[in-house]
């Protein structure tokens, strides 16, 4: 059964910095592009970011670029996405799903807010 | 930056009517298109990819038409666990880009 987990998200005061993590299993995580979605509260879904299968190719949103970075560990199966310099309108719920074309699995996704 | 438009925003159906949503892109995106599914609380589902495909385990009600611009999901005959959020998504070019959504309830 493929699974997505992410964790590492929670409250940060507006400039500050988040690492967030996503646990993959129940398939060859190495051999799919992944994908961040994010969710601002009662609103519809944002891309945020993709990385190709061996982390050579990746792209952003440009709201986020110079700013968050995507990178994924193939030997411990997992995605992460490093967010320095947060605002405000960063504030949302972060979901990992699997691939590029067309996300066929999520996460249940993790709330980042960002507030002082 | 493709900017994709859902038309109507709320469209309200009684269970076993047929419902039609829209989705335009502002330039060709070819068959690049999802179709999600969200409710309330829930990750998003996917329903349809290249436009007209269904994913893993989609009800046949469910067909997705289009290509170029204009996009379409139909849902033949709604049963109750359809009333949700619908969003389609342009995958052609970087930034990869979705809809703002039509929400589908009980009329």
């Known amino acids: 059964e493929v699974q997505l987990v992410e964790s590492g998200g929670g409250l940060v005061q507006p400039g500050g910095s988040l690492r967030l993590s996503c646990a993959a299993s129940?398939?060859?995580?190495?051999?799919?592009?992944m994908s961040w979605v994010r969710q601002a509260p009662g609103k519809g879904l944002e891309w945020v970011a993709n990385i190709k299968q061996d982390g050579s190719e990746k792209y952003y949103v440009d709201s986020v670029k110079g700013r968050f970075t995507i990178s994924r560990d193939n030997a411990k199966n997992s995605l992460y996405l490093q967010m320095n310099s947060l605002r405000a309108e960063d504030t949302a719920v972060y979901y990992c799903a699997r691939g590029k074309s067309g996300y066929g699995y999520w996460g249940q996704g993790t709330l980042v807010t960002v507030s002082s | 930056e493709i900017v994709m438009t859902q038309s109507p925003a709320t469209l309200s159906v009684s269970p076993g009517e047929r419902a039609t949503l829209s989705c335009r892109a502002s330039q060709s995106v070819s068959s690049n298109l999802a179709w999600y599914q969200q409710k309330p609380g829930q990750a998003p589902r996917l329903l349809i990819y290249?436009?007209?495909t269904r994913a893993t385990g989609i009800p046949a009600r469910f067909s997705g038409s289009g290509s170029g611009t204009e996009f379409t999901l139909t849902i033949s005959s709604l049963q109750s666990e359809d009333f949700a959020v619908y969003y389609c998504?342009?995958?052609?070019?970087?930034?990869?880009?979705f809809g703002p959504g039509t929400k589908v309830d009980i009329k």
């Open positions: 129940g398939f060859t995580f190495s051999s799919y592009w």
């Open positions: 998504q342009q995958y052609n070019n970087w930034p990869q880009t």
């Open positions: 290249g436009a007209s």
